[in-house]
Nanobody, 117 residues
């Protein structure tokens, strides 16, 4: 099993920045990619960014050029640096770990990000 714990959400004005962190523990060798998703009430959870163990990173078109996902392998932690935030970025953000065996993904508890206009 893998446990994911997010920190770093909060309230920020439009144009500001926030950095989210996600610390992984447990059987992290099962994970072949880490990602960030977000979800608004009544909407589907959508991918924001994903970083594969091979190093490549993919971003949603809506955040390209504004968000940067990085990883600290020594601390088993991934980060999402969010810059030039917009009110439409307001969501609950979830950390995700993909099980390389194809089993169910692992999820953090979510952290609220609110961007005021």
């Amino acid at each position: 099993q893998v446990q994911l714990v997010e920190t770093g959400g909060g309230l920020v004005q439009a144009g500001g920045s926030l950095r989210l962190s996600c610390a992984a523990s447990g059987s992290i060798f099962l994970i072949n990619a880490m990602g960030w998703y977000r979800q608004a009430p009544g909407k589907q959870r959508e991918l924001v960014a994903i970083k594969w163990n091979g190093g490549s990173t993919n971003y949603a078109d809506s955040v390209k050029g504004r968000f940067i996902m990085t990883r600290d392998n020594a601390k088993n932690t991934v980060f999402l640096q969010m810059n030039s935030l917009k009110p439409e970025d307001t969501d609950v953000y979830y950390c995700n770990g993909r099980d390389g065996r194809g089993f169910d993904d692992y999820w953090g508890q979510g952290t609220q990000v609110t961007v005021s206009s």
